[in-house]
T-cell receptor, first 113, second 113 residues
Framework: NAGVTQTPKFQVLKTGQSMTLQCAQD?????MSWYRQDPGMGLRLIHY???????DQGEVPNGYNVSRSTTEDFPLRLLSAAPSQTSVYFC????????????FGSGTQLSVL | QKEVEQDPGPLSVPEGAIVSLNCTYS??????FMWYRQYSRKGPELLMY????GNKEDGRFTAQVDKSSKYISLFIRDSQPSDSATYLC?????????????FGTGTRLTVIP
């Protein structure tokens, strides 16, 4: 049981480039989400999904897209990377919408130059 | 005013000390209270989960919720160097949306051998 798997662990992009952060969970969790973590800001919700085919915006969605075609996968797309998107990104899942027990991936450290 | 306030520390204690970590909040609708532990360069992991008021104990860890004061605490007894990490409080309430889970910014703890 791998839990929540994120790839890549590290990534450096140039301004304007696009990329996809991958997230997969093998716990058959209904809820999946993406957070970014910045010093002094804590964890901020980017996008979330309450099931396959259903996604919604969180607190800081601008510049990011998501889709959820399967229960297991929830990729995060950066459309045109900006230095302000330099951050550590975490994918998290939980069994249901109450989300009081989140399982996090190990994170992707992204630098945008 | 932030939904959840947490002293960022850092907090440094000798091995064996009792550690007290705290968060305050403003929204009386919060019902679920969590503590996550995050080691350096890792994702947060759920440490303690409490529903509504009261205490919950798990080994050396005790979570306390005082809804009348809007204050939650995590106590660590007989602290160990392996407890050195950042501790995030989190709280949520039921609602139709999923944008109702809030994290503190984290308190960085170092336990000195």
């Amino acid at each position: 049981n791998a839990g929540v798997t994120q790839t890549p662990k590290f990534q450096v992009l140039k301004t304007g480039q696009s990329m996809t952060l991958q997230c997969a969970q093998d716990m058959n969790h209904e809820y999946m989400s993406w957070y970014r973590q910045d010093p002094g800001m804590g964890l901020r919700l980017i996008h979330y999904s309450v099931g396959a085919g259903i996604t919604d915006q969180g607190e800081v969605p601008n510049g990011y897209n998501v889709s959820r075609s399967t229960t297991e996968d929830f990729p995060l797309r950066l459309l045109s990377a900006a230095p302000s998107q330099t951050s550590v990104y975490f994918c998290a899942s939980s069994r249901d919408r109450t989300r009081e027990k989140l399982f996090f991936g190990s994170g992707t450290q992204l630098s945008v130059l | 005013q932030k939904e959840v306030e947490q002293d960022p520390g850092p907090l440094s204690v000798p091995e064996g000390a009792i550690v007290s970590l705290n968060c305050t909040y403003s929204n009386s609708a919060f019902q679920y209270f969590m503590w996550y532990r995050q080691y350096s360069r890792k994702g947060p992991e759920l440490l303690m989960y409490t529903y509504s008021s009261g205490n919950k104990e798990d080994g050396r860890f005790t979570a306390q919720v005082d809804k009348s004061s809007k204050y939650i605490s995590l106590f660590i007894r007989d602290s160990q160097p392996s407890d050195s990490a950042t501790y995030l409080c989190a709280m949520s309430y039921l609602g139709t949306g999923a944008n109702n889970l809030f994290f503190g910014t984290g308190t960085r703890l170092t336990v000195i051998p």
